[in-house]
């Protein structure tokens, strides 16, 4: 069985800034950001025992895989419509962000491709994060849309290479990144 300290590692530090983002937002309408951070939470306590166990790691592969493809599908989508839904649009285009998030677990369940849906999906909701930002000067809202555009796109696809250094982590850390301009933009930073 393998493990790999440093992505059990880089899964800590994750799972420690998704608890940190958690325990600081305070919305006060439905908490689509706390399925995010949760979601996000559960997929690194579970890559923390994958990875950093060696000998019992490979007993939680496919909760981990799962709850890894939902961290894909959903962190995003529910960070947009919780913005949207912030700056008062309407509600059915901002619960649309979400509900979107449902075909490619569809997809899933019946084990049918989706990557290319997931893609779809991703790249209109950070276009989505993107503008609505802009257009409320919430930089921290861009900043989340570059840096999860960034690790989907980028370091997920496995098309950056630090010597050493897994693509795993690499993203684990990006996520870091997106988890916490996330929570500024949600908290209305500038």
């Not at 997931?118 to 609505?132: F, H, K, P, Q, R």
């Amino acid at each position: 069985m393998s493990h790999r300290y440093s992505s059990a590692f880089s899964h800590l530090i994750l799972a420690g800034t998704g608890i940190y983002c958690l325990v600081q937002y305070h919305g006060d309408s439905f908490k689509f950001p706390c399925i995010s951070y949760g979601v996000i939470i559960t997929n690194s306590l579970l890559g923390v025992w994958r990875w950093g166990n060696p000998d019992h790691g490979h007993k939680v592969e496919k909760p981990y895989n799962f709850t890894g493809f939902l961290q894909n599908i959903i962190s995003l989508p529910f960070i947009v419509t919780q913005v949207w839904l912030a700056y008062n649009y309407q509600k059915e285009l901002a619960y649309l962000h979400s509900l979107v998030s449902v075909l490619p677990l569809t997809l899933y369940l019946a084990d049918r491709s989706k990557d290319d849906l997931v893609d779809l999906i991703i790249a209109a909701n950070c276009v989505s994060l993107g503008v609505v930002s802009f257009l409320h000067e919430n930089y921290y809202g861009i900043s989340a849309a570059i840096s999860y555009m960034i690790n989907h796109f980028w370091l997920r696809e496995g098309n950056f290479d630090i010597e050493d250094v897994p693509v795993l982590d690499l993203f684990n850390y990006g996520l870091c990144f997106f988890c916490y301009f996330a929570l500024r933009t949600l908290q209305g930073g500038k």
